[in-house]
């Protein structure tokens, strides 16, 4: 059956180009729209990738109330531009999760960071997605969603400040830090 007469005995196609145009303006328009920032720290929503319900921040500061030594050698590396876990980095988070089951009582703030590359907005996001990532692996390994915190610093905290391939390796990275407070 031809579309083509209903179309005409409706209204006519100018009609209906118009409609379709406004729907593609308003598409447009939406996906322009740009997140709120919640003082340069990127806190999970809703929308969050994560499949577990993510603590509340509790009483810490992500500054002055976290110890990174204790898990240093933990610390999970990422290809460019991903959040996935390489096979070869799962070892460092069974180890984490050894030490989380040794001291039941501690919390792990997940601390996601990137390289220089990339808008200061999508590297939040992906700090975000990487830090859930090593969250949500931690959780199948049997720890408590409640003991972990996330935080995304983007590309403000590098540890290597050269712009090597070699820099970018180090900088791309989720470090576990014990929460002291």
């Known amino acids: 059956m031809n579309s083509l007469p209903l179309l005409r005995r409706s209204g006519s196609i100018r009609h209906f180009t118009g409609l379709f145009l406004s729907l593609v303006l308003l598409v447009s328009l939406a996906s322009c729209a740009k997140p709120k920032k919640n003082g340069g720290v990127s806190a999970p929503e809703e929308e ?6 993510l603590p509340s921040r509790g009483d810490f500061n992500p500054e ?79 720890i408590s969603p409640q003991r972990l915190h996330t935080i995304s610093y983007g590309k403000d905290r590098p ?4 712009h090597s391939e070699a820099d970018y390796i180090r900088n791309r990275r989720v470090e576990l830090g014990v929460i002291e407070k």
């Open 159 to 162: 540890v290597a400040r050269g």
């Open 64 to 142: 002055t109330d976290v110890n990174y030594a204790p898990l240093r050698a933990e610390t999970v590396y990422f290809s460019f531009d991903s959040s996935a876990i390489p096979s070869g980095e799962r070892g460092k988070l069974e180890k984490a999760a050894q030490w989380m089951a040794e001291n039941p009582d501690r919390l792990l703030l997940l601390a996601g960071h990137c390289d220089e590359r990339g808008t200061e907005e999508y590297n939040r996001g992906l700090g975000e997605r990487r830090a859930l990532a090593v969250r949500e692996y931690l959780i199948g390994l049997g």
């Open 48 to 53: 969050s990738l994560t499949t577990s319900p």
